[in-house]
């Protein structure tokens, strides 16, 4: 059984702020809403605390254990691939060869892909690696890979290469998530994977 988590929100406009219990709930709060600032918990005590010390995300010191993943397009030279642990460590070398990697340790994808793709990418291979490490926590920013493609949930006009990619995904997350797995939406704030770029 998931544990229950609790996303603490605020909003600088109106200084609103608040908990709740669900992702879906907190999204209805913040999304579209410029400066707004949220992220996840595991206890109401923390993401209070997180809210009274001014929702700073420079005042989160330690990332929770797991797997983290993200993709991005900033260095113009097409869609890298990010997946790293809790300490910021690449562990792209776990399932890719070097030779694979580049410079940076990521892997680049070959041009006209898209970011959305890459994300995907990104949870394939997150997934390899946690079940090859025994870890039980995937963290990612895209809510359309989380919510949609990583569950098969995906339109046929996509092309075929990311509707395979979508269809080996779901069958790993479905096995993860069998074993005990959670995957979770995250700020891309709080991604040590993200590459600070979209």
């Known amino acids: 059984m998931a544990r229950q988590k609790f996303y603490a929100y605020f909003i600088p406009k109106n200084e609103e702020s608040g908990v709740t219990i669900n992702w879906a709930e907190c ?3 913040v999304k579209g809403v ?77 041009q006209g892909v898209s970011n959305n793709y890459g994300e995907l990418r990104a949870l394939f291979y997150a997934l390899k690696i946690a079940g090859k490490l025994g870890i039980k926590n995937i963290y990612g920013d895209s809510a359309l890979v989380l919510n ?4 098969g949930i995906i339109r046929h006009e996509r092309a075929a290469e990311t509707i395979r990619l979508a269809k080996k995904v779901a069958a790993l997350r479905r ?22 770029f979209h």
């Open 27 to 29: 999204e209805r709060k």
């Open 34 to 110: 410029p400066g707004a600032r949220y992220r996840s918990f595991n206890n109401r005590e923390d993401a209070e605390a997180w809210i009274r010390s001014g929702a700073d995300y420079a005042k989160v010191k330690d990332y929770p254990p797991g797997v983290y993943f993200d993709a991005g397009t900033g260095r113009g030279y097409g869609v890298e691939v990010s997946v790293v642990n809790e300490k910021k460590e690449n562990l792209l070398p776990l399932v890719l060869r070097r030779s694979k990697l580049n410079a940076f340790g990521k892997e680049l994808l070959p």
């Open 175 to 196: 096995n993860f998530e069998e074993n005990g797995g959670t995957l979770e939406l995250i700020s891309g704030a709080m991604n040590p994977a993200d590459l600070g």
């Open 148 to 151: 949609f493609w990583s569950k």
